[in-house]
């Protein structure tokens, strides 16, 4: 039972342009969301989180967004850049969870 | 610098064969991870340990085993009754025994030949 999901395997997007990867998820204890980056042959490193008591968080040129309502989470990045090339990975933790789940992951092209 | 080290990043085993994947971390972090990484699989729990002498079965913990001696380390053994070992495998660590966020190594590629 996947209870986060990313949908998209892969997305492609021109230098300059928005990227915007989603996630959804089906357990509604999960009160806290993270967006992972991770190249090839590394490991995943932290990009952004939100916790639930907000509907976005900005980092630079990355924002996430939640809606609760729909459990859908979307990772936006603006301007993107030939090095924001990697798989994207979403993950959520309940309250005293132990442990994050994460989705599938979607790999995104920046073309130059 | 503070990290979490992964050895070997690149190992060959002959089916059959048992290996172990070492993991250091000197974040002083209580809680260390396994995961596996598959393609279109993402990551995959196999164990986690929250603190020294104590670890729990994660989401596919079937034919891996781990220790907990000491707090900075927590290796993988890959035994020969996991069918599909071929895999990224990624150690992970985390301040809160209620992971925020985690802090991964670089990871170890495994191929069984």
């Known amino acids: 039972d996947q209870q986060v999901k990313q949908n998209s395997p892969s997305l492609s997007v021109q230098e300059g342009r928005i990227s915007i990867l989603n996630c959804d998820y089906t357990?509604?204890?999960?009160?806290?969301f993270l967006w992972y980056k991770k190249y090839p042959a590394e490991g995943p490193t932290f990009l952004i989180s939100?916790?639930?008591?907000?509907d976005k968080n900005e980092d630079g040129r990355f924002t996430v967004f939640l809606n609760k309502s729909a459990k859908h989470l979307s990772l936006h990045i603006v301007p993107s850049q030939p090095g924001d090339s990697a798989v994207y990975f979403c993950?959520?933790?309940?309250?005293?969870?132990?442990?994050?789940?994460f989705g599938a992951g979607t790999i995104l092209r920046v073309k130059s | 610098d503070g990290g979490i080290t992964q050895s070997p990043k690149y190992l060959f085993r002959k089916e059959g064969q048992n290996v172990t994947l070492s993991c250091e971390q000197n974040l002083n972090h209580d809680a260390m991870y396994w995961y596996r990484q598959d393609p279109g699989q993402g990551l995959r729990l196999i164990y986690y340990?929250?603190?020294?002498?104590?670890?729990q079965k994660g989401d596919i913990a079937e034919g891996y085993s781990v220790s907990r001696e000491k707090k900075e380390s927590f290796p993988l053994t890959v035994t020969s009754a996991q069918k599909n070992p071929t895999a990224f495998y990624l150690c992970?660590?985390?301040?809160?025994?209620?992971?925020?966020?985690?802090?991964f190594g670089e990871g170890s590629r495994l191929t069984v030949l």
């Open positions: 993950a959520a933790n309940t309250p005293y969870g132990n442990k994050l789940v």
């Open positions: 992970a660590s985390s301040n809160s025994p209620y992971p925020g966020e985690l802090f």
């Open positions: 340990s929250q603190i020294v002498n104590d670890f």
């Open positions: 939100i916790s639930s008591i907000k």
């Open positions: 357990n509604s204890m999960f009160d806290y």
